[in-house]
């Protein structure tokens, strides 16, 4: 099932501490695996259920600069293609979720609507100074 949590800051850097809470509160939801990363002012947490690419699946995941960081919820049903396609890049995994930030650096803030299945997202992009949310088109996955 796992579950994705954050805090973005327009000033300073936010709390990590309130971040590590918000996984508290979801670590029913991914009791596999989890963890709190702080990127300057956005600060990305998750929690994994291990489902599939259980030895190289940990989250975030990041391109190859580290610049681009997302977690992630959910299936990509698509990701085989996209990886296909994207296979200029070095993408860390063999999951649906290493992916992300490759897509976004080819496609832009609306790489999103290039996916297929049910999901939420967060993916910061330290560059732009960034956040990006996204969720699949039916809403199965939350994102509040």
């Known amino acids: 099932m796992c579950g994705i949590a954050g805090l973005y800051s327009p000033v300073g850097a936010p709390n990590p501490e309130l971040v590590d809470a918000m996984r508290a509160a979801l670590v029913h939801r991914g009791p596999d695996d989890g963890s ?8 990305l947490g998750h929690q994994r259920l291990k489902v599939i690419d259980l030895d190289t699946g940990y989250q975030p995941v990041a391109n190859e600069a580290g610049d681009v960081v997302a977690v992630f919820n959910g299936e990509a049903y698509n990701f085989a293609a996209l990886r296909e396609e994207l ?10 979720t290493p992916v992300l ?15 297929e299945g049910m999901f939420a997202l967060a993916l910061w992009d330290a560059a732009r100074e960034r956040l990006v949310l ?11």
Do not use: M, N, W
């Open 36 to 43: 709190t990363d702080a990127f300057g002012r956005c600060v």
């Open 87 to 96: 296979s200029g890049h070095e993408i860390r995994g063999t999951g649906d």
């Open 101 to 115: 930030p490759h897509l976004y650096e080819e496609s832009g803030p609306l790489f999103a609507q290039r996916l």
């Open 134 to 144: 996204a969720r699949d088109r039916l809403g199965k996955k939350p994102l509040l």
